[in-house]
């Protein structure tokens, strides 16, 4: 048998391990149950999302410097680091304004591995805003078809924590008063200016990637939790329209009754 490497993580990640461990030795034979079967952990409480405006994304971009066209990227399409580095020339068509996500290539012990995206329904269109189809103009006109559509200075493939170091990260969301911010809150911040925009959870589910909008509503749910607000407005409008006594114009003359048939 043979465990997965561990990073490192919380009791969760630990109590995980462990019962993987124990349901080795279950089926080897050496214990008759899984001690470790059933046990539930706390809820882990989660930190708030760094949601950005549209001006502080430009800020954010500024402060990066020349690298700022990534931060750019990340916030105007939702996509995740990984499929950004495996973003190729020819999934970039710039007179469709689409983007299409057909490939991830995420780091896996200091080594980038390239395959699909995380999920099947990772595989997707996602539509380019102009400010975002300027950019790759002068980032990929010229260039082959399958050369990487986003590249270091150097013309290698992007690395998360070589970018940050490039970037000054760390300094540049302290001068912009935006820490803790990770990168991957630039994708969160998709979300939250498409719903601004008037994005439903449809739409935004199927631009991130996400399997179904069960997982968009959970994972987002602060950012539609108005539209409970609105349902409940849409009863009060319905009801008061519905039992309404119509207007059908003059009462019939009960005085002067119609002789019957």
């Given at each position: 048998h043979r465990?997965?490497?561990?990073?490192?993580?919380?009791?969760?990640?630990?109590?995980?391990?462990?019962?993987?461990?124990?349901e080795m030795a279950v089926e080897d034979r050496r214990i008759a149950r899984n001690?470790?079967?059933?046990?539930?952990?706390p809820r882990r409480k989660r930190r708030p999302r760094?949601?950005?405006?549209?001006?502080?994304?430009?800020?954010?971009?500024?402060?990066?410097?020349?690298?700022?066209?990534?931060?750019?990227?990340?916030?105007?399409?939702?996509?995740?680091?990984?499929?950004?580095?495996?973003?190729?020339?020819?999934?970039?068509?710039?007179?469709?304004?689409?983007?299409?996500?057909?490939?991830?290539a995420p780091?896996?012990?200091?080594?980038?591995?390239?395959?699909?995206?995380?999920?099947?329904?990772?595989i997707?269109?996602?539509p380019l805003p102009q400010v975002v189809a300027d950019i790759f103009k002068?980032?990929?006109?010229?260039?082959?078809p399958?050369?990487?559509?986003?590249?270091?200075?150097?013309?290698a493939m992007l690395r998360s924590n070589n970018w940050r170091r490039h970037t000054h990260w760390n300094k540049a969301l302290k001068k912009t008063d935006l820490a803790p911010l990770t990168i991957h809150d630039l994708r969160h911040t998709y979300a939250s200016l498409a719903r601004k925009s008037g994005a439903d959870l449809?739409?935004?589910?199927?631009?991130?990637?996400?399997?179904t909008p069960t997982v968009t509503a959970n994972i987002y749910s602060d950012l539609y939790s108005d539209e409970l607000d609105q349902v409940a407005t849409n009863l009060d409008q319905l009801h008061a329209t519905e039992i309404q006594t119509p207007k059908t114009g003059q009462k019939p003359d009960e005085s002067n009754p119609q002789p019957s048939a």
């Open positions: 465990l997965p490497a561990h990073q490192g993580g919380g009791d969760d990640d630990r109590v995980g391990i462990l019962r993987q461990v124990l001690p470790c079967a059933g046990i539930k952990l760094g949601y950005l405006t549209h001006r502080q994304v430009e800020q954010l971009a500024i402060e990066v410097g020349p690298d700022a066209t990534v931060v750019r990227f990340l916030a105007y399409t939702g996509l995740r680091w990984s499929e950004l580095v495996g973003l190729r020339v020819k999934d970039v068509d710039l007179t469709a304004r689409r983007l299409y996500v057909r490939r991830a780091e896996v012990e200091g080594r980038i591995v390239i395959g699909p995206p995380k999920t099947r329904a990772g997707r269109t996602v002068g980032r990929i006109t010229g260039r082959e399958d050369e990487p559509a986003v590249t270091s200075p150097n013309g449809r739409y935004v589910q199927k631009t991130m990637g996400h399997s």
